[in-house]
Structure formats: structure tokens, C-alpha cells
């Protein structure tokens, strides 16, 4: 994987001397204003392959924001070298901004003045890294105020960035303060619990601490890139500070992942789906399928937002998609250009909901990497209107949109845990081939008659008994080709003594996990038992001529996730007769795609790999009427 920014793309703990060589790029700003010479790369993030080069210069200022409380924000505005007064864009992020914000080259040469700001806490800014709660969105909103009021703002501020600038961005609009007219936070992470941290109920010791154990370094060198660039010592004090307050157990995020295993107090302060219905600007948001790094989930935040205000652009990939598809980009340039600049280009017009499909990297025309993608749906609102489809687990390892009719079928069983195929992960790539077939089961349609087409999440609701109390389960969905290919689709995972769901927020698509202390309940040992695992969202069209495919098994490496499995040795069986069916749940709804399937191995994110398994005779299942 590239690393080209200091807060986007992190590779995981194996690749942390190559992270530090990224890392060094990152610059930094002297107080008062100064003129730079350009072109500049700032923060290591190079301007968009077909972007023209920036001829005219930027001033650049920089300082400190004293907060209510006395904490000091850093911050260095770049401004274009032209006549102002110009539109704000503000990146809020913990990483570098506050020295060098990293969309300043994607958005100065478009007129705005681009402000660059640390999180209370974090890099050059003193106080404490909250990491994602309301305490960051009062400051981030407190600097907002303060940018719409500077002679060279317009007074029309919006805020930028993907990631956590992302996250940021949604507690800040939460806060609605004076100004803030637009926001496009894309790749979130708005309920920690379930987005990330624990999956399904089970740990992630993969990200988040690969993610975590970053910021030392990050900050170190913004310290060096702010004495540097700026005579800035303050800087260099309140990182040294920084490093010590972030070893506390009540602030060290690994640590209270380690502590804390079921949803409570701690992860619903930093849950901002919780808030997010208080946003009332225009909001673009984006999310990747496949995403290696925080997933697609994002706490299903876009569905608390008003449907008139809300945008979102959903595609396969990578996190970084936003940084190649000028698709994504030429979106969000005509959205900022709208609502900050004023500008009549019909915006409000604009399809609610782009979908991106089979997104593939290709060479731009001047050279560097590019995301194209084989076709572009559109709805028009949030939530995309769905039609759940169900197909039911039979026996045989069929797939089919029958109920099962008979009460005295066996059930199918696997061994609990063996190594399953990691999929994605940005060393090794692809998917890997199944070394030990005991430790799945595999259900798979006959050859579809048809198209189907899917869009977001979906459920899988099992019968499962287990020969001990507890048990992890992991689902992938696959495409089963004509040309003997497997093409990975999605997954989800769930600890079976964390089954309990939260019933107000579920529904037939989305089992919503309860995951407190509370609802936590051992399997009786050999007994049935319904529960319901959340696929992640996806969209896919198994193309007529496919199948498709259910595996379950072992949780395994999915992008930078690993997961803390269950060690108790169990014979896992899955429960499939009229009594007790079990059965996925996804939601179809039909919309333009290529004729064609695309070329295995090049669309980002769903490597395939040789199909071992034979697929049922007959006609595989219809769409829903």
C-alpha cells in the first residue's frame, strides 16, 4: 500500500520503518505570515494526477487558538496569492494539520483558504486526546467561529478530510456553530464499539493498535517540521507532554479496547452516530466497501441525517479512494463550490446516493496511479430503498430462495478454530486459498438465471450449537464464477455469547448487537441456538451465470483486522431444517452495471481466487418480485 499523508493510509506493524520514511515528508508554519514558493508538496500528499501545477504562490500564517478552558490549538492557514476575502476550508484532524494541513494542494489552486488544525491534545495543541468525543467538536467549533470571523474568510467556512478529520468533522457540525455552512467527512468511524474496535462482539487487535502506536512518531516529527518552518519551540513541549499524557489507562485507546470488551459508558461518549442527528448543513460523505482500515460501517450514521441534506458516495476499495477517482473529486469540488462559494452549478439537483462500481486502478494521463470504475448508479436518497432477499442454508452445501420443508435433516458441521484465508491484507494481497477444509462449510446457489444486484448491509441468521460455551463465527459472501474464479465480496463476524441484539435499532437487514455486560449468555453446550450476524454493507451484481457463495468459519485477517478469537476447540454445527432454518438476508434492488464481468485481479479490494468447490445443478434463485 502507498503511505503519501500523515493522517490516511497507515500501514500495519511490519511495515513501521517504511511508515517513518512516509512520515518524514510531513511539514510544517512562522507566527504572522510569510510567502511560499510553490510548487509545494505539503504533508507528503501530492495534488491529483491530472490536477495543473500551482503557479501563484500561497501565504501562509500560523499560531494558536486559546480555548474557554486555556488549552492552545494550533493551526497555519495557507491562503491563495490573490485578492481575498476567500471561503474557509478547516482540516481538524490529531495527526499534522495544525503544522501542515494536507488537503492545502487539492484546494488553495480552487480559491479557498485552507486552515490546518490539531485536536486539543494531539500533535502541536495542548490538553488531552479525547479521541473522538464532544469535548473535540466544542474546540473544533470554537476554531470555526474564530475562521468565519478573520478578514480573510468570507465568513463561509466548511470543513475537509477523510478519516479522522472525518470523524472530527461530524462532532463539529453536531456543535452547529456559526458559519460552518458544509461538511464532507468521508471514511468514518461513528460507533467505535461496532465499527472497529470489536466487530461483532470480537476484539480487532489489528488497527486499532497498529493505528494508536503511530502518533508518537507523527507528532515528533510535526514538533521538528514546526521549529523548522516557524521558530515554533512551544510546539516541541506540548508534544513531549502529549506523549506522557497519552500512556494513561484513561486516554491510551488500546488500553481501554483491553479493558472494556462490552459496549458501555465509555464507547457511547465516543459515539457520534448518537449526535449526528443534530447536523442540519449539507453533509458528503463517502465509504468503501472493502475499506482495509476502519471498514464501511460507519455507525449508519448517514440515516440520521436529514435525506435533503445528506450526500453520499459508496464504492468498493481501498480507504484511499477519494485520493484517486476524479469521479469522487469533481463531486465534492461542485459541492463546495455550491454551498461556500455560491456558485449555481445545480448542486441541490445532485443524486443523493452515487454508487462507484468495481473500482480499478489504472494509470492517470500524466502519469500516477487513478481509480476508474466500470459503471455509476444513483439513487435518489438515503436510505436506498431495498428489498430484502432471503436464501436459505440447505443441506449438501446448497444455497437456495426455498425454505427448508423437512424436519429431520441433519446438520452440517465444522472444527472450531482452524486458520481460515486471510483476504486483503495489504502485504501478502489477495485472498488465500483454504489450506484446511475441515474448518468450513460452504453453501452455494445453482448458476443464477439472472443478474442480482445488492446495496448495503444484510443478515445472517443462523441455528448454531457448539461443543463449547462460546465460539466466534465468521461469513463471507463470494461470487462463484463461470470462468472457475471465486471473487471475494464482504464478510462480518459475532461471538455467539454476544448474540443478544438492540431491538429498537434492528431490523430485517441490520441486526443491530446489544453487546453490554449485561446480555452476555454462554451457549448450553449441543443445543441450537438462533442468532443473527451483521454482514458489512456492500453493493455487488453476481452477474447471470454465477453463484452465490456463503462460507463460514474461523475469523481471519480481513484488510489491517485481526481478531482476538475464542481459543476453546468446538465442533460448530449450523442447523438448517424446517424447526430450526438458518439463512442469509440481503437487500436487492436493481440499478445500472456493466454487461460483463470484470477481469479478475484487478478490481480493488475483491481478489479472487480458483473456485475448489463444486456448484449445485439446477437454476439458481430469481429476483424478488
Not at 26 to 52: E, I, N, Q, R, W
Request: charged share 20%.
Amino acid at each position: 500500500m502507498k503511505i503519501s499523508g500523515c493522517r490516511r493510509r497507515w500501514q500495519a506493524v511490519a511495515l513501521s520503518v517504511l511508515f517513518a520514511a512516509a512520515l518524514a515528508g510531513c511539514g510544517g508554519g512562522s507566527s504572522g505570515t510569510a510567502f511560499v514558493p510553490v510548487p509545494v508538496v505539503v504533508g507528503g500528499t501530492t495534488p491529483p494526477p491530472d490536477a495543473p501545477p500551482i503557479n501563484e504562490g500561497t501565504v501562509r500564517k500560523w499560531g494558536y487558538l486559546t480555548l474557554p478552558n486555556g488549552n492552545r490549538m494550533r493551526y497555519t492557514v495557507l491562503l491563495p496569492n490573490a485578492k481575498g476575502p476567500f471561503p474557509v476550508l478547516i482540516e481538524y484532524d490529531g495527526y499534522g494539520s495544525g503544522v501542515v494541513p494536507d488537503e492545502a494542494p487539492n484546494w488553495l489552486r480552487e480559491g479557498y483558504a485552507v486552515v490546518g488544525l490539531n485536536v486539543p491534545g494531539t500533535g502541536c495543541s495542548s490538553g488531552e486526546d479525547q479521541v473522538f468525543d464532544a469535548t473535540v467538536g466544542a474546540a473544533g467549533a470554537f476554531a470555526v467561529e474564530w475562521a468565519a470571523k478573520q478578514q480573510w474568510s468570507t465568513g463561509k467556512v466548511g470543513m475537509v478530510g477523510y478519516s479522522y478529520p472525518g470523524y472530527n468533522q461530524l462532532w463539529v457540525a453536531a456543535q452547529r456553530p456559526a458559519g460552518l455552512v458544509a461538511i464532507a467527512p468521508g471514511k468514518n468511524v461513528t460507533d467505535p464499539y461496532r465499527d472497529v474496535g470489536y466487530p461483532g462482539g470480537i476484539q480487532n487487535i489489528g488497527f486499532p493498535a497498529a493505528w494508536w502506536g503511530q502518533f508518537p512518531r507523527i507528532w515528533g516529527s510535526s514538533a521538528e517540521d514546526a521549529a523548522r518552518l516557524d521558530g515554533d519551540t512551544e510546539c516541541a513541549q506540548n508534544v513531549q507532554d502529549n506523549m506522557e499524557k497519552i500512556k494513561r489507562p484513561d486516554i491510551d485507546l488500546v488500553a481501554w479496547l483491553d479493558n472494556d470488551p462490552h459496549y458501555g459508558a465509555r464507547y457511547m461518549k465516543k459515539s457520534a452516530f448518537l449526535i449526528t442527528d443534530k447536523i442540519i448543513i449539507p453533509t458528503l460523505g463517502t465509504q468503501s466497501w472493502q475499506d482495509e482500515q476502519v471498514g464501511p460501517r460507519m455507525g449508519y450514521y448517514e440515516d440520521t441525517i436529514a435525506p435533503d441534506k445528506m450526500w453520499l458516495i459508496s464504492s468498493n476499495g481501498l480507504h484511499s479512494t477519494g485520493d484517486f477517482s476524479a469521479y469522487m473529486r469533481d463531486v465534492q469540488r461542485r459541492f463546495y463550490a455550491h454551498f461556500l462559494k455560491g456558485e449555481n452549478n445545480g448542486f441541490e439537483r445532485e443524486p443523493h446516493v452515487h454508487l462507484l462500481q468495481e473500482m480499478q486502478e489504472t494509470t492517470g494521463p500524466v502519469g500516477g496511479k487513478t481509480l476508474v470504475h466500470t459503471a455509476a448508479a444513483a439513487f435518489d436518497r438515503l436510505p436506498v430503498k431495498t428489498t430484502p432477499m432471503r436464501l436459505w442454508l440447505q443441506p449438501g452445501g446448497v444455497l437456495t430462495d426455498a425454505a427448508p420443508q423437512d424436519d429431520k435433516v441433519p446438520s452440517s458441521s465444522y472444527a472450531y478454530p482452524v486458520a481460515s484465508p486471510t483476504v486483503n491484507d495489504q502485504d501478502a494481497g489477495g485472498w488465500q486459498p483454504v489450506s484446511d477444509a475441515t474448518g468450513q462449510l460452504t453453501f452455494t446457489t445453482a448458476r443464477l438465471p439472472q443478474d442480482l444486484s445488492y446495496y448495503g448491509e444484510g443478515s445472517v441468521d443462523l441455528w448454531l450449537s457448539a461443543t463449547a460455551a462460546d465460539t466466534d463465527v465468521q461469513v463471507s459472501v463470494s461470487e462463484v464464477r463461470p470462468d472457475g474464479m471465486e471473487m471475494f465480496v464482504q464478510r462480518g463476524w459475532l461471538r455467539a455469547s454476544k448474540r443478544k441484539l438492540n431491538d429498537a435499532n434492528s431490523s430485517e437487514l441490520r441486526p443491530w448487537g446489544d453487546f453490554t455486560e449485561a446480555t452476555v449468555k454462554m451457549l448450553t453446550l449441543d443445543e441450537p441456538t438462533p442468532m443473527r450476524l451483521e454482514m458489512q454493507k456492500f453493493a455487488h451484481v453476481f452477474r447471470a451465470g454465477s453463484s452465490l457463495r456463503v462460507t463460514i468459519d474461523t475469523p481471519s485477517q480481513t484488510g489491517y483486522w485481526v481478531f482476538r478469537n475464542r481459543t476453546e476447540k468446538s465442533t460448530n454445527k449450523v442447523w438448517h431444517d424446517r424447526t430450526r432454518p438458518s439463512s442469509i438476508v440481503l437487500g436487492h434492488v436493481a440499478y445500472p452495471h456493466a454487461k460483463d464481468l470484470p477481469t479478475c485481479g484487478i478490481v480493488q479490494q475483491q481478489p479472487c481466487r480458483k473456485n475448489e468447490i463444486a456448484v449445485p445443478a439446477g437454476v439458481g434463485p430469481r429476483a424478488p418480485v
